[in-house]
């Protein structure tokens, strides 16, 4: 699995262009959000995975790390939301 900045630190104060670049390239990442606790006051945490384009099986096989890994508390969301 490969780890890497989305974008140059300082890139969206170069110019226009680069501000469009990251805009446009972050409407093509995939993501995907995974509970990981419930902390006092029924307070979810999560991760949020982000992959590059078209990288969908990266975020599904990351989450399922992060949901092994933390035994995502869905009964405890439940709870809390109700």
């Known amino acids: ?16 262009e680069a501000m469009e670049e990251m805009i446009n ?5 995939a993501a995907i ?8 006051l029924n307070i979810p945490q ?3 995975v982000i992959s590059p384009r078209y990288g969908e099986d990266y975020c599904f096989e990351a989450a399922q790390v992060l949901e092994d890994a933390f035994v ?5 969301l439940l709870d809390a939301t109700l």
């Open 72 to 76: 995502c508390p869905n009964d405890e």
């Open 1 to 16: 699995m490969l780890t890497m900045l989305p974008y140059r630190a300082g890139q969206d104060t170069e110019s226009v």
């Open 25 to 29: 390239a972050a409407f093509c990442m």
């Open 46 to 48: 999560g991760a949020q």
């Open 33 to 40: 959000s995974v509970p990981t606790n419930v902390r006092e």
